[in-house]
Protein backbone atom coordinates (compact mmCIF):
# COMPACT_ATOMS: atom_id res chain seq x y z
CA UNK A 1 0.00 0.00 0.00
CA UNK A 2 1.29 3.31 -0.73
CA UNK A 3 2.71 5.71 2.29
CA UNK A 4 0.20 8.37 4.02
CA UNK A 5 0.02 10.70 1.29
CA UNK A 6 1.56 14.57 1.55
CA UNK A 7 1.89 17.79 0.21
CA UNK A 8 -1.08 20.80 -0.55
CA UNK A 9 -2.93 18.22 -3.11
CA UNK A 10 -3.09 14.98 -0.49
CA UNK A 11 -6.17 13.35 -0.72
CA UNK A 12 -7.04 14.38 -4.72
CA UNK A 13 -7.40 11.64 -6.89
CA UNK A 14 -6.25 11.58 -10.29
CA UNK A 15 -6.47 9.38 -13.12
CA UNK A 16 -4.19 9.80 -15.79
CA UNK A 17 -4.71 8.34 -19.24
CA UNK A 18 -2.00 10.61 -21.17
CA UNK A 19 1.25 9.67 -22.67
CA UNK A 20 3.99 10.92 -23.70
CA UNK A 21 4.66 14.15 -22.49
CA UNK A 22 2.11 17.08 -22.66
CA UNK A 23 -0.02 14.80 -20.33
CA UNK A 24 2.37 13.23 -18.17
CA UNK A 25 3.93 16.38 -17.50
CA UNK A 26 0.58 17.66 -16.07
CA UNK A 27 0.34 14.69 -14.11
CA UNK A 28 3.85 14.78 -12.72
CA UNK A 29 3.38 18.36 -11.26
CA UNK A 30 -0.21 17.08 -9.52
CA UNK A 31 1.29 13.99 -8.17
CA UNK A 32 4.84 15.92 -6.86
CA UNK A 33 2.58 18.26 -5.33
CA UNK A 34 0.90 15.56 -3.13
CA UNK A 35 -2.29 13.90 -5.00
CA UNK A 36 -2.73 10.35 -5.91
CA UNK A 37 -1.85 10.36 -9.83
CA UNK A 38 -3.13 6.58 -11.17
CA UNK A 39 -1.99 6.18 -14.77
CA UNK A 40 -3.86 4.13 -16.63
CA UNK A 41 -1.65 2.45 -19.04
CA UNK A 42 -2.81 0.43 -22.51
CA UNK A 43 -2.15 -3.01 -22.91
CA UNK A 44 0.16 -3.91 -24.61
CA UNK A 45 3.29 -1.89 -24.18
CA UNK A 46 1.86 0.76 -21.79
CA UNK A 47 2.70 5.06 -22.44
CA UNK A 48 4.41 4.64 -26.12
CA UNK A 49 7.61 6.73 -24.17
CA UNK A 50 8.37 3.76 -22.38
CA UNK A 51 9.39 2.11 -25.57
CA UNK A 52 11.92 4.76 -26.38
CA UNK A 53 15.00 3.39 -26.94
CA UNK A 54 17.62 6.22 -26.27
CA UNK A 55 18.61 6.90 -23.94
CA UNK A 56 18.08 3.95 -21.39
CA UNK A 57 18.92 3.38 -18.18
CA UNK A 58 19.47 -0.40 -17.51
CA UNK A 59 16.70 -1.19 -20.50
CA UNK A 60 14.39 1.65 -19.13
CA UNK A 61 13.70 4.29 -21.23
CA UNK A 62 14.76 7.62 -19.30
CA UNK A 63 12.24 9.95 -20.87
CA UNK A 64 9.50 7.96 -19.54
CA UNK A 65 11.48 7.91 -16.04
CA UNK A 66 11.68 11.53 -15.94
CA UNK A 67 8.09 12.53 -16.61
CA UNK A 68 6.22 9.94 -14.38
CA UNK A 69 7.70 9.60 -10.79
CA UNK A 70 5.15 9.20 -8.00
CA UNK A 71 2.53 8.05 -9.99
CA UNK A 72 0.74 4.57 -9.86
CA UNK A 73 0.66 2.27 -12.84
CA UNK A 74 -2.85 0.11 -13.58
CA UNK A 75 -2.41 -1.22 -16.44
CA UNK A 76 -6.30 -1.44 -18.18
CA UNK A 77 -7.19 -2.58 -21.82
CA UNK A 78 -10.08 0.05 -22.77
CA UNK A 79 -10.82 -1.76 -25.91
CA UNK A 80 -12.68 -4.16 -23.75
CA UNK A 81 -15.84 -3.87 -22.45
CA UNK A 82 -14.72 -4.44 -19.06
CA UNK A 83 -12.18 -2.48 -19.53
CA UNK A 84 -14.03 0.71 -19.86
CA UNK A 85 -16.74 -0.63 -17.15
CA UNK A 86 -13.85 -1.19 -15.36
CA UNK A 87 -12.44 2.46 -15.90
CA UNK A 88 -16.26 4.02 -14.95
CA UNK A 89 -16.29 2.25 -11.70
CA UNK A 90 -12.24 3.93 -10.71
CA UNK A 91 -14.13 7.16 -12.13
CA UNK A 92 -16.47 7.42 -9.85
CA UNK A 93 -14.11 8.06 -6.71
CA UNK A 94 -12.05 10.38 -8.15
CA UNK A 95 -11.49 13.95 -8.57
CA UNK A 96 -9.74 14.68 -11.60
CA UNK A 97 -9.43 12.15 -15.37
CA UNK A 98 -6.92 13.50 -17.52
CA UNK A 99 -5.99 12.55 -21.49
CA UNK A 100 -4.46 13.48 -24.28
CA UNK A 101 -5.45 11.27 -27.28
CA UNK A 102 -6.24 12.74 -30.51
CA UNK A 103 -10.22 14.42 -30.27
CA UNK A 104 -12.96 11.54 -30.51
CA UNK A 105 -10.59 8.83 -29.05
CA UNK A 106 -12.21 8.61 -25.63
CA UNK A 107 -15.57 9.23 -27.01
CA UNK A 108 -15.58 6.62 -29.22
CA UNK A 109 -14.74 4.22 -26.45
CA UNK A 110 -17.60 5.14 -24.19
CA UNK A 111 -15.24 7.13 -21.99
CA UNK A 112 -15.17 10.74 -23.08
CA UNK A 113 -16.45 13.83 -21.02
CA UNK A 114 -20.45 13.59 -21.90
CA UNK A 115 -20.49 9.78 -20.88
CA UNK A 116 -18.33 10.12 -17.82
CA UNK A 117 -20.85 13.28 -16.62
CA UNK A 118 -23.62 11.31 -16.81
CA UNK A 119 -22.18 9.08 -14.22
CA UNK A 120 -20.20 11.42 -11.98
CA UNK A 121 -20.80 15.28 -12.41
CA UNK A 122 -18.37 16.57 -10.05
CA UNK A 123 -15.10 15.26 -11.89
CA UNK A 124 -12.85 17.39 -13.41
CA UNK A 125 -12.50 16.05 -17.26
CA UNK A 126 -8.82 17.67 -18.68
CA UNK A 127 -7.69 17.33 -22.10
CA UNK A 128 -5.04 18.82 -24.30
CA UNK A 129 -5.48 18.12 -28.00
CA UNK A 130 -3.33 19.70 -31.09
CA UNK A 131 -5.66 22.34 -31.76
CA UNK A 132 -8.22 22.39 -29.22
CA UNK A 133 -12.15 21.05 -29.66
CA UNK A 134 -13.23 23.65 -31.31
CA UNK A 135 -12.43 25.18 -34.65
CA UNK A 136 -11.60 23.76 -38.24
CA UNK A 137 -9.05 22.01 -36.99
CA UNK A 138 -10.19 20.13 -33.98
CA UNK A 139 -9.59 16.87 -36.00
CA UNK A 140 -5.86 17.02 -36.46
CA UNK A 141 -3.25 15.79 -34.29
CA UNK A 142 -0.90 17.36 -32.42
CA UNK A 143 3.04 17.49 -32.54
CA UNK A 144 5.25 19.72 -30.41
CA UNK A 145 6.93 20.65 -33.63
CA UNK A 146 4.09 21.19 -35.72
CA UNK A 147 2.43 23.49 -33.28
CA UNK A 148 5.68 25.77 -32.71
CA UNK A 149 5.53 25.97 -36.30
CA UNK A 150 1.86 27.00 -36.42
CA UNK A 151 1.79 29.23 -33.88
CA UNK A 152 4.62 31.75 -35.39
CA UNK A 153 6.87 30.88 -32.61
CA UNK A 154 9.57 29.12 -35.22
CA UNK A 155 9.78 32.44 -36.83
CA UNK A 156 10.88 33.91 -34.16
CA UNK A 157 13.60 31.43 -32.93
CA UNK A 158 16.86 31.53 -34.17
CA UNK A 159 19.01 34.08 -36.39
CA UNK A 160 18.06 36.30 -38.96
CA UNK A 161 18.71 34.76 -42.45
CA UNK A 162 19.18 31.26 -41.20
CA UNK A 163 16.47 28.67 -41.62
CA UNK A 164 13.36 28.49 -39.21
CA UNK A 165 14.23 26.92 -35.82
CA UNK A 166 12.24 25.46 -32.99
CA UNK A 167 12.88 25.51 -28.99
CA UNK A 168 15.74 23.13 -27.74
CA UNK A 169 13.32 22.11 -25.08
CA UNK A 170 9.54 20.60 -27.07
CA UNK A 171 8.19 23.94 -25.32
CA UNK A 172 4.63 23.61 -26.89
CA UNK A 173 4.15 20.35 -24.76
CA UNK A 174 5.91 20.87 -21.44
CA UNK A 175 3.72 24.28 -21.53
CA UNK A 176 0.26 22.62 -22.04
CA UNK A 177 1.55 20.22 -19.23
CA UNK A 178 1.58 23.15 -17.33
CA UNK A 179 -1.28 24.94 -18.36
CA UNK A 180 -4.02 22.09 -17.80
CA UNK A 181 -2.34 21.39 -14.39
CA UNK A 182 -3.15 25.10 -13.74
CA UNK A 183 -6.54 24.74 -15.32
CA UNK A 184 -7.27 21.55 -13.47
CA UNK A 185 -6.50 23.53 -9.88
CA UNK A 186 -8.69 26.29 -10.76
CA UNK A 187 -11.37 23.45 -11.56
CA UNK A 188 -10.45 22.04 -8.19
CA UNK A 189 -12.00 25.43 -6.14
CA UNK A 190 -14.54 26.05 -8.24
CA UNK A 191 -15.83 22.62 -7.15
CA UNK A 192 -14.88 23.36 -3.68
CA UNK A 193 -17.47 26.47 -4.22
CA UNK A 194 -20.09 24.78 -6.02
CA UNK A 195 -19.49 20.85 -6.31
CA UNK A 196 -19.78 21.29 -9.64
CA UNK A 197 -17.15 19.68 -11.83
CA UNK A 198 -16.40 20.62 -15.37
CA UNK A 199 -14.20 20.24 -18.79
CA UNK A 200 -10.99 22.15 -19.02
CA UNK A 201 -9.04 22.13 -21.78
CA UNK A 202 -5.89 23.87 -23.53
CA UNK A 203 -3.93 22.53 -26.93
CA UNK A 204 -0.12 22.64 -27.90
CA UNK A 205 -1.12 25.17 -30.40
CA UNK A 206 -2.43 27.77 -27.60
CA UNK A 207 0.13 26.77 -25.54
CA UNK A 208 2.99 27.62 -28.21
CA UNK A 209 0.89 30.64 -29.03
CA UNK A 210 1.10 32.14 -25.48
CA UNK A 211 4.93 32.18 -25.36
CA UNK A 212 4.87 35.18 -28.19
CA UNK A 213 3.82 37.63 -25.90
CA UNK A 214 6.06 40.55 -26.55
CA UNK A 215 5.89 39.79 -30.57
CA UNK A 216 2.37 39.54 -30.67
CA UNK A 217 1.98 43.21 -28.60
CA UNK A 218 4.52 44.14 -31.33
CA UNK A 219 1.97 42.72 -34.06
CA UNK A 220 -1.09 44.09 -32.54
CA UNK A 221 0.73 47.73 -32.43
CA UNK A 222 2.20 47.76 -35.94
CA UNK A 223 0.77 44.90 -38.14
CA UNK A 224 3.82 43.81 -38.71
CA UNK A 225 5.04 40.18 -37.87
CA UNK A 226 8.66 40.17 -35.68
CA UNK A 227 11.63 37.54 -37.08
CA UNK A 228 14.03 35.64 -34.70
CA UNK A 229 17.11 38.00 -33.18
CA UNK A 230 18.41 35.37 -31.84
CA UNK A 231 19.06 35.98 -28.11
CA UNK A 232 18.30 39.33 -28.12
CA UNK A 233 15.03 40.77 -27.22
CA UNK A 234 12.99 42.62 -29.66
CA UNK A 235 11.87 45.61 -27.20
CA UNK A 236 15.45 46.16 -25.20
CA UNK A 237 19.10 46.22 -25.71
CA UNK A 238 21.46 45.11 -24.64
CA UNK A 239 19.93 42.27 -24.04
CA UNK A 240 21.49 39.03 -25.32
CA UNK A 241 24.25 36.80 -25.15
CA UNK A 242 27.86 37.89 -25.81
CA UNK A 243 31.17 36.36 -27.30
CA UNK A 244 33.91 36.48 -24.87
CA UNK A 245 37.71 35.35 -24.45
CA UNK A 246 36.62 32.30 -24.70
CA UNK A 247 32.84 31.80 -24.84
CA UNK A 248 29.55 33.40 -24.12
CA UNK A 249 28.23 35.60 -21.22
CA UNK A 250 23.98 36.58 -21.07
CA UNK A 251 23.89 40.46 -20.35
CA UNK A 252 20.33 42.27 -19.49
CA UNK A 253 20.54 46.01 -20.29
CA UNK A 254 17.08 45.76 -19.32
CA UNK A 255 16.76 49.34 -18.21
CA UNK A 256 19.02 52.71 -18.44
CA UNK A 257 20.45 52.71 -15.58
CA UNK A 258 21.73 48.75 -16.19
CA UNK A 259 22.26 50.50 -19.83
CA UNK A 260 24.75 53.09 -18.46
CA UNK A 261 26.65 50.41 -15.28
CA UNK A 262 27.35 48.59 -18.38
CA UNK A 263 29.21 51.44 -20.76
CA UNK A 264 30.96 52.07 -17.50
CA UNK A 265 32.02 48.46 -16.06
CA UNK A 266 33.18 47.90 -20.04
CA UNK A 267 35.61 51.32 -19.88
CA UNK A 268 33.42 53.32 -22.43
CA UNK A 269 30.99 55.84 -20.51
CA UNK A 270 31.24 57.97 -23.92
CA UNK A 271 28.62 55.45 -25.19
CA UNK A 272 26.00 56.99 -22.45
CA UNK A 273 25.74 59.84 -24.93
CA UNK A 274 26.77 58.27 -28.38
CA UNK A 275 23.14 59.15 -30.52
CA UNK A 276 23.39 55.83 -31.76
CA UNK A 277 23.20 53.96 -28.17
CA UNK A 278 22.01 56.60 -26.14
CA UNK A 279 18.24 55.96 -25.30
CA UNK A 280 16.77 52.41 -25.59
CA UNK A 281 14.85 53.23 -28.90
CA UNK A 282 18.55 54.44 -30.30
CA UNK A 283 20.17 50.89 -29.34
CA UNK A 284 17.05 48.82 -30.95
CA UNK A 285 17.89 50.73 -34.32
CA UNK A 286 21.61 50.15 -34.08
CA UNK A 287 21.30 46.48 -32.26
CA UNK A 288 24.26 44.92 -34.68
CA UNK A 289 26.39 47.75 -33.88
CA UNK A 290 26.34 47.69 -30.31
CA UNK A 291 26.75 44.06 -30.01
CA UNK A 292 29.87 44.59 -32.00
CA UNK A 293 31.52 47.18 -30.29
CA UNK A 294 30.52 45.40 -26.74
CA UNK A 295 31.95 42.30 -28.33
CA UNK A 296 35.10 43.68 -29.09
CA UNK A 297 36.08 44.66 -25.35
CA UNK A 298 34.20 41.30 -24.05
CA UNK A 299 36.94 39.72 -26.68
CA UNK A 300 39.84 40.59 -23.78
CA UNK A 301 39.45 38.42 -21.12
CA UNK A 302 37.51 35.13 -20.38
CA UNK A 303 33.53 35.15 -19.19
CA UNK A 304 34.52 34.73 -15.82
CA UNK A 305 36.18 38.05 -15.52
CA UNK A 306 33.16 39.35 -16.93
CA UNK A 307 30.83 37.75 -15.34
CA UNK A 308 32.91 39.11 -12.07
CA UNK A 309 32.66 42.47 -13.15
CA UNK A 310 29.27 43.30 -14.32
CA UNK A 311 27.73 41.43 -10.98
CA UNK A 312 29.70 43.87 -9.30
CA UNK A 313 28.59 46.92 -10.86
CA UNK A 314 24.64 45.21 -10.33
CA UNK A 315 24.27 44.45 -14.04
CA UNK A 316 22.09 41.41 -14.49
CA UNK A 317 24.67 38.89 -15.76
CA UNK A 318 25.14 35.35 -15.94
CA UNK A 319 26.88 32.00 -17.81
CA UNK A 320 25.05 30.16 -20.74
CA UNK A 321 25.31 26.78 -19.30
CA UNK A 322 25.35 23.39 -20.60
CA UNK A 323 22.52 21.06 -19.22
CA UNK A 324 25.20 19.53 -16.94
CA UNK A 325 26.82 22.75 -15.67
CA UNK A 326 23.16 23.85 -14.94
CA UNK A 327 22.17 21.25 -12.96
CA UNK A 328 25.25 20.64 -11.03
CA UNK A 329 25.30 24.44 -9.69
CA UNK A 330 24.98 25.25 -5.80
CA UNK A 331 22.31 27.33 -6.67
CA UNK A 332 20.26 24.33 -8.34
CA UNK A 333 21.31 21.94 -5.73
CA UNK A 334 20.42 24.22 -2.70
CA UNK A 335 16.83 24.35 -4.67
CA UNK A 336 16.45 21.03 -4.74
CA UNK A 337 16.63 20.63 -8.74
CA UNK A 338 17.92 17.49 -8.95
CA UNK A 339 15.77 14.70 -7.35
CA UNK A 340 17.02 11.10 -7.04
CA UNK A 341 15.16 8.17 -6.52
CA UNK A 342 15.74 4.14 -6.81
CA UNK A 343 14.19 2.03 -9.57
CA UNK A 344 13.75 -1.37 -9.05
CA UNK A 345 15.42 -1.82 -12.48
CA UNK A 346 17.27 1.44 -13.55
CA UNK A 347 18.41 1.85 -10.17
CA UNK A 348 19.50 4.72 -8.69
CA UNK A 349 18.13 7.70 -10.71
CA UNK A 350 17.75 11.52 -11.22
CA UNK A 351 14.71 13.69 -12.31
CA UNK A 352 13.77 17.58 -12.46
CA UNK A 353 13.03 18.65 -8.87
CA UNK A 354 9.51 19.92 -8.85
CA UNK A 355 9.80 24.19 -9.01
CA UNK A 356 7.44 25.07 -6.69
CA UNK A 357 7.77 25.07 -3.22
CA UNK A 358 5.67 25.55 -0.48
CA UNK A 359 5.89 26.80 3.27
CA UNK A 360 2.92 25.20 4.86
CA UNK A 361 2.86 21.28 2.81
CA UNK A 362 5.61 18.99 3.35
CA UNK A 363 6.36 17.29 0.17
CA UNK A 364 5.80 13.97 -0.71
CA UNK A 365 8.86 11.96 -0.87
CA UNK A 366 9.92 11.27 -4.58
CA UNK A 367 9.00 7.96 -5.81
CA UNK A 368 10.56 6.08 -9.01
CA UNK A 369 8.35 5.82 -11.98
CA UNK A 370 6.18 2.81 -11.83
CA UNK A 371 6.65 0.06 -14.11
CA UNK A 372 3.93 -1.22 -16.26
CA UNK A 373 1.03 -2.31 -14.16
CA UNK A 374 3.11 -2.41 -10.86
CA UNK A 375 0.11 -1.22 -8.91
CA UNK A 376 -2.79 -2.61 -10.52
CA UNK A 377 -3.90 -4.87 -7.48
CA UNK A 378 -3.13 -2.72 -5.25
CA UNK A 379 -5.05 0.27 -7.09
CA UNK A 380 -8.31 -2.03 -7.82
CA UNK A 381 -8.24 -3.25 -3.88
CA UNK A 382 -8.33 0.43 -3.01
CA UNK A 383 -11.35 1.09 -5.34
CA UNK A 384 -13.30 -1.33 -3.83
CA UNK A 385 -12.80 -4.28 -5.88
CA UNK A 386 -12.84 -8.14 -4.60
CA UNK A 387 -10.11 -9.95 -5.12
CA UNK A 388 -11.90 -12.35 -6.96
CA UNK A 389 -12.49 -9.67 -9.63
CA UNK A 390 -9.24 -8.48 -9.72
CA UNK A 391 -8.26 -12.20 -10.26
CA UNK A 392 -10.99 -12.95 -13.00
CA UNK A 393 -9.87 -9.31 -14.96
CA UNK A 394 -6.55 -10.60 -14.98
CA UNK A 395 -6.83 -13.81 -16.28
CA UNK A 396 -9.34 -12.29 -18.89
CA UNK A 397 -6.47 -10.00 -19.80
CA UNK A 398 -8.41 -6.69 -19.14
CA UNK A 399 -5.99 -5.74 -16.55
CA UNK A 400 -2.19 -6.80 -15.94
Known amino acids: MTSTPRGPLAGIKVLELAQIMAGPTCGMMLADMGADVIKIEKIPGGDDSRNYREPRINGVSAPFLVLNRNKRSLALDLKHPKGVETLKRLTLQSDVLTENYRMGTMEKLGIGYADLKKIHPGLIYATVSGYGRTGPLAEKPGFDLIAQGFSGLMSITGFAGQAPAKTGNPVADINAGILVCLGILAALIHKAKTGEGQLVETSLMEAAMQQTYWQAAMFFATGLSAGPLGSAHPLTAPYQAF??????????????????????????????????????????????ELAHEIEAVLAQHPTEHWISRLDSAGVPVGPVNTIEEAFSHPQAVAREMVVETTHPIAGRIKGVGHPIKFSGSARPEPKPAPELGEHSREILLSFGFAEAEISALIAEKVVR
Open 243 to 288: KTKNGFVNIGGANQPNWERIADTLGHPEWKTDPRFDTNTARLMHQQ
